[in-house]
């Protein structure tokens, strides 16, 4: 005799690691490499362009600080996802399992109570995040945000 209800939880708890793996580390590990990637091609690729062609030192100084800002932005980014899409997988899961292992332990549990409360806004936050990276970091999106500004102003005054 197999007990359905335990078939059917197995099932669940397996679903929400598949989920976990699918919707957080499996996208988090292909962004990171092939940022990663990226950013070494990049500089690579500008590095020979500096050897052959003949840039002033400042030029040369100016690409290759917007490179490693540039890389620097998309691994942020990619830290920002993880960070952003991983809780509310994470609450999930605990809640599936009914984490009730350190009941006596008061850090424990006001863990499990900011993430599970905190856990839907990260969905949000995650593209609030990625705005504010992309506006400090680029330079065209800061652009467009000022003149939509401008407009804006505009239109009020």
Same mark, same amino acid.
């Given at each position: 005799?197999?007990?359905?209800?335990? $078939?059917?939880?197995?099932?669940?708890?397996?679903?929400?690691?598949?989920?976990?793996?699918?919707?957080?580390?499996?996208?988090?590990?292909?962004?990171?490499? #092939?940022?990663?990637?990226?950013?070494?091609?990049?500089?690579?690729?500008?590095?020979? #362009?500096?050897?052959?062609?003949?840039?002033?030192?400042?030029?040369?100084?100016?690409?290759?600080?917007?490179?490693?800002?540039?890389?620097?932005? =998309?691994?942020?980014?990619?830290?920002?996802? =993880?960070?952003?899409?991983?809780?509310?997988?994470?609450?999930?899961?605990?809640?599936?399992?009914?984490?009730?292992?350190?009941?006596?332990?008061?850090?424990?549990?006001?863990?499990?109570?900011?993430?599970?409360?905190?856990?839907?806004?990260?969905?949000?936050?995650?593209?609030?995040?990625?705005?504010?990276?992309?506006?400090?970091?680029?330079?065209?999106?800061?652009?467009? $945000?000022?003149?939509?500004?401008?407009?804006?102003?505009?239109?009020?005054?």
């Amino acid at each position: 005799y197999v007990d359905k209800s335990f $078939c059917m939880n197995n099932q669940i708890k397996i679903f929400m690691f598949i989920l976990f793996f699918n919707a957080s580390i499996v996208p988090f590990i292909l962004m990171i490499i #092939t940022s990663i990637v990226t950013c070494i091609k990049l500089i690579k690729s500008r590095r020979k #362009t500096r050897e052959s062609s003949s840039q002033s030192t400042s030029t040369s100084n100016q690409t290759s600080s917007r490179d490693y800002r540039f890389c620097m932005t =998309i691994i942020l980014l990619n830290i920002v996802f =993880i960070v952003t899409s991983s809780p509310s997988t994470i609450n999930s899961i605990m809640n599936i399992y009914q984490v009730n292992v350190v009941k006596d332990h008061p850090y424990f549990n006001l863990f499990i109570y900011v993430l599970s409360s905190l856990s839907t806004d990260f969905y949000n936050l995650h593209f609030a995040i990625t705005f504010y990276v992309q506006l400090m970091f680029n330079k065209n999106i800061r652009k467009s $945000c000022f003149n939509v500004l401008r407009g804006v102003i505009k239109i009020f005054k």
